[in-house]
C-alpha cells in the first residue's frame, strides 16, 4: 500500500465516523412536547444545540473535500504517480481534516482558523492534482 493510499484510508475512517457525534447530540437533545414519538425527524438544525449543528457541519464539510482528494489520490496511484508532494499532501490533509472537525465541533476553530483550514485542504487537493496533470 502506497503512504497516500494509507493517508486515504485513515481519512476514509473519520469521514466515516464523524456521523456519530451528531447522532450522539441528536439523540441525547432536550425533550420537548414534540419529541415523544422515538420515529419523529430531528429538531430543525437552528433550533439543535449549537454542538450538535456544528458537528452536522463538520461531517457535511469533510465529505465536501474527501471526495476530490480520494479520487485524486486514486488517479495517482493507477497512474504510478507517489512523490514527497503527494505523500505529503495525503498526510496533510489527514492531520488538517482531524483538526477541523475536532475545532468544529469543540467550537474553538471559529473565523478565521476555520476557513484557513479548510483552503489548506484545498491547497493539498491542489498539490495532488498538479502531481498527477504536471509530473516533475
Known amino acids: 500500500m502506497t503512504p497516500e493510499l494509507w ?4 481519512t476514509a ?7 456519530i457525534p ?7 437533545e432536550p425533550e420537548t412536547p414534540d419529541r415523544g414519538d422515538p420515529f419523529k ?6 433550533q439543535m444545540r449549537a ?18 482528494m480520494l479520487a485524486l489520490v486514486l488517479i495517482a496511484n493507477a ?7 503527494t505523500v505529503w ?6 492531520v488538517l481534516r482531524v483538526v ?12 478565521p482558523l476555520r476557513p484557513v483550514i479548510f483552503l489548506l485542504g484545498w491547497a493539498c487537493i491542489l498539490a495532488m492534482g498538479i502531481s498527477i496533470i504536471a509530473p516533475n
Open 100 to 111: 477541523h472537525a475536532v475545532g468544529m465541533i469543540a467550537g474553538w476553530a471559529g473565523f
Open 79 to 85: 497512474a504510478g504517480i507517489s512523490t514527497t508532494v
Open 41 to 46: 425527524r430531528p429538531p430543525a438544525q437552528s
Open 51 to 68: 454542538w450538535v449543528h456544528r458537528a452536522h457541519r463538520a461531517h457535511l464539510n469533510l465529505l465536501e473535500q474527501f471526495l476530490p
Open 13 to 19: 475512517i473519520l469521514a466515516g465516523s464523524l456521523w
Open 7 to 10: 493517508w486515504m484510508t485513515w
Open 22 to 28: 451528531y447522532i450522539v447530540g441528536i439523540n441525547t
Open 89 to 94: 499532501a495525503c498526510a496533510a490533509f489527514f
